[in-house]
């Protein structure tokens, strides 16, 4: 199940959002934290080479700015520059964003920072203690800073489901070419066969499907929406019975399905394909349309 926030703008408009949960942002963090850790103790080498053995106040000093500006203006100057990724963030597909979805800029990095030196982690946070309960307090995982700056920590890189066709029930494989086929070519067909060809196809699936033609809908029409929707169950089952959530589908599966009531021939249907070794239809030579028929094969 995809983990999602429901958000709502000044304009009354729900966002669904991919929320950043503690975990990743922890590691975000302990990511950025040693990148801060080399920038200290790299300044502390030039302090200790060039200003410490002649003036220790002034070393002192310059290293509590240093430390302010590493602390604060690492996170801040990152997220500005790249509209809401540090370098933790951007290693693990986070990015901090509005909470109206929108990119982050300067005033809303500098809040979080400040926020962050000052409640979350370092002056006041106990080491990181106020963010981690704030954050588990929070339905968005939002600690102190992104709640006075207005911002939402989220996920960028998801796994995609990758959807592979079903095979076609037996049976049923020259009648749907058929009908693909029909779809396909339909204005390219005189008006005469392709009402007639159409009435005959429309009115198989009405009885397979126990629902009668519309009125004033094209067969067309109507053949067109009982194959998207067709596929649009067909697609939502096989996701559903995916092994984990966002797990691909493999080449071949096929969730359980009813065995279909076989479809009366209509007297333009191809003869039923034969079958391959690997489970697909193996592919047959186009025959040549006879004079007298209204309807065309592509080749």
């Not at 926030?5 to 990743?24: C, I, N, P, Y």
């Not at 801040?76 to 597909?93: M, P």
Request: aromatic letters at 8%.
């Amino acid at each position: 199940m995809r983990e999602e926030s429901e958000l709502v703008t000044g304009e009354a408009v729900v966002l669904d959002l991919r929320v950043a949960k503690l975990g990743s942002r922890a590691v975000a963090m302990l990511l950025d934290v040693l990148v801060q850790l080399v920038l200290l103790l790299a300044l502390f080498i030039v302090l200790a080479t060039t200003v410490a053995g002649t003036d220790d106040s002034l070393a002192g000093a310059i290293f509590l700015v240093g430390l302010v500006l590493i602390l604060v203006g690492y996170p801040v100057l990152f997220e500005t520059l790249s509209r809401g990724r540090s370098l933790g963030k951007l290693a693990l597909g986070l990015r901090v964003v509005r909470t109206d979805g929108g990119p982050i800029r300067f005033r809303h990095a500098l809040a979080r920072g400040l926020g962050g030196f000052v409640l979350d982690f370092w002056a006041l946070g106990l080491f990181g203690a106020v963010a981690v309960i704030v954050s588990l307090c929070s339905a968005n995982g939002r600690r102190v800073g992104d709640f006075l700056a207005g911002t939402v920590v989220i996920r960028e890189r998801v796994p995609e489901n990758v959807y592979v066709g079903l095979p076609m029930p037996p049976g049923l494989g020259a009648w749907a070419s058929q009908l693909r086929q029909f779809l396909s070519r339909f204005h390219e067909l005189r008006p005469e066969a392709a009402e007639v060809l159409g009435q005959s196809l429309a009115h198989q699936v009405a009885a397979q499907i126990g629902t009668p033609i519309p009125p004033g809908i094209p067969v067309w029409a109507f053949l067109a929406a009982v194959l998207a929707e067709r596929r649009n169950r067909d697609q939502a089952r096989a996701m559903q019975a995916a092994p984990y959530p966002g797990a691909p589908v493999q080449p071949g599966f096929a969730p359980p399905q009813t065995p279909a009531q076989p479809i009366p021939a209509s007297p333009w249907a191809a003869p039923p394909a034969e079958s391959s070794p690997y489970g697909r239809p193996a592919e047959t030579p186009a025959e040549p349309a006879s004079a007298d028929s209204p309807f065309t094969p592509p080749s």
